[in-house]
């Protein structure tokens, strides 16, 4: 038996293959579509990123600001501390040397 053609199946074998194509580029439109969505949801979280960068970077500048005051004031805290216990050793001294007189004076009260 000798195969024939015939130009009614092979017009439907054409017409399938163009229906494939038409599929393959709606769904290619489709991805190009979401590509470009997701693009601009990139850009957008880029920049949102960009945004709390800077501001994270300016919470930094300030916390370390912050610190810096805070060690300032810290070392002023000791060093009035330093003064401050300095002073209350020299009147324990001062009362010391006070009391010792003074005990030396009664001696001398009594012995007279």
Do not use: W
């Amino acid at each position: 038996m000798e195969a024939k053609s015939n130009p009614e199946s092979e017009a439907q074998g054409t017409s399938l293959d163009t229906s494939g194509f038409e599929v393959t580029a709606d769904r290619l439109e489709q991805l190009m579509k979401s590509m470009e969505v997701l693009l601009s949801d990139v850009e957008q979280l880029r920049g949102h990123c960009s945004h709390q960068a800077t501001e994270l970077m300016r919470a930094a500048v300030e916390l370390r600001q912050q610190q810096d005051e805070l060690k300032e004031g810290y070392s002023e805290l000791s060093r009035e501390m330093q003064q401050i216990m300095d002073s209350v050793d020299d009147l324990f001294s001062t009362k010391s040397a006070f009391e010792a007189k003074e005990k030396q004076a009664q001696k001398l009260n009594r012995q007279l």
